[in-house]
């Protein structure tokens, strides 16, 4: 068998800004075989190898889905003319957000929404450049739950 491409991808189709986003997902692969059909794999010859492929499949697609999420809540925001904090700003600017928050709930509210990589990277930035011993990174270093990467 050949090389086999396989492309998966969040299609975002722009109507205008003021639009509401429309997104699908989309497969682009080639070559496909005799029957017609597409991998979405490659062979695997162990149950080992097959669950790897299949992780790794679906570690790309909840990728794709934070990243979908992230471009419905920009809109969300924008018609409830709101600047949303999202997986676009930087760890700073998101701790910035953090930091200003009210209450503990408000901080989870917002830090809980992010994507997993980015909880991660805001976390890190949190607990290794920030003073954690006083302020608003103390307390969330106190709530910060390492095994999920969230808030509590």
């Known amino acids: 068998m050949g090389m086999e491409v396989l492309l998966l991808d969040v299609i975002q189709e722009e109507e205008g800004e003021a639009a509401p986003p429309c997104m699908r997902l989309a497969v682009r ?3 496909s075989d005799a029957r017609g059909f597409v991998s979405l794999t490659p062979e695997c010859d162990t149950i080992e190898g097959f ?5 790794e499949l679906k ?15 920009q809109y969300g925001a924008r018609l409830k003319g ?18 200003a928050c009210a209450s ?4 989870q509210e917002v830090f809980n929404t992010l994507g997993l990589r980015k909880r ?3 976390a890190d930035f949190i607990l290794t450049q920030l003073n ?7 307390t969330f270093s106190q ?10």
Do not use: C
Not at 85 to 96: G, L, M, R, V
């Open 51 to 55: 669950e790897q492929a299949v992780a």
């Open 29 to 31: 692969a080639y070559p």
């Open 104 to 107: 503990i709930e408000e901080m």
């Open 120 to 122: 991660q990277e805001v």
């Open 143 to 152: 709530h910060y739950n390492e095994e999920e990467y969230l808030l509590e």
């Open 132 to 138: 954690i011993f006083k302020g608003a990174a103390s």
């Open 82 to 99: 709101e600047k949303g904090i999202t997986d676009f700003h930087s760890a700073e600017e998101i701790w910035q957000s953090l930091e």
């Open 59 to 73: 570690r790309s697609m909840d990728s794709m889905v934070e990243s979908a999420r992230d471009t419905f809540q």
